[in-house]
């Protein structure tokens, strides 16, 4: 069972910048995929980033794509989203997620991860 504990977020005024971080219990998290979503009040969660931990390819969607950068580190077995240029419409609740084996057709997906972290508030600013 793999625990996912996210950190990072915090309040910042639109433009600024926050960096996520996502730390795994396990190392054996090197072999799955890593995924960032967020939920905004009245709203369902949506997909932001991913990465494939081995291989490193990332993944993004459009409404972050040039913004946002999702990155891993196997020491400490630690996933980030570093989010820059943030929006007000950015507030949410981020959640880490994690997909095990990876399936690239599935890092968009809510369904495709078996575990996920707590969650993590970011507020942006107007």
């Known amino acids: 069972q793999v625990q996912l504990v996210e950190s990072g977020g915090g309040l910042v005024q639109a433009g600024g910048s926050l960096r996520l971080s996502c730390a795994a219990s396990e190392r054996t998290a090197s072999r799955y995929a890593l995924g960032w979503f967020r939920q905004a009040p009245g709203k369902e969660r949506e997909f932001v980033a991913a990465v494939i931990w081995t291989a490193g390819t990332t993944y993004y969607a459009d409404s972050v794509k040039g913004r946002f950068t999702v990155s891993r580190d196997n020491a400490p077995n630690t996933a980030y989203l570093q989010m820059n240029s943030l929006r007000p419409e950015d507030t949410a609740i981020y959640y880490c997620?994690?997909?095990?084996?990876?399936?690239?057709?599935?890092?968009?997906?809510?369904?495709?991860?078996?575990?996920w972290g707590q969650g993590t508030q970011v507020t942006v600013s107007s």
């Open positions: 997620a994690a997909q095990d084996p990876p399936q690239e057709s599935k890092v968009r997906s809510l369904q495709g991860y078996n575990y």
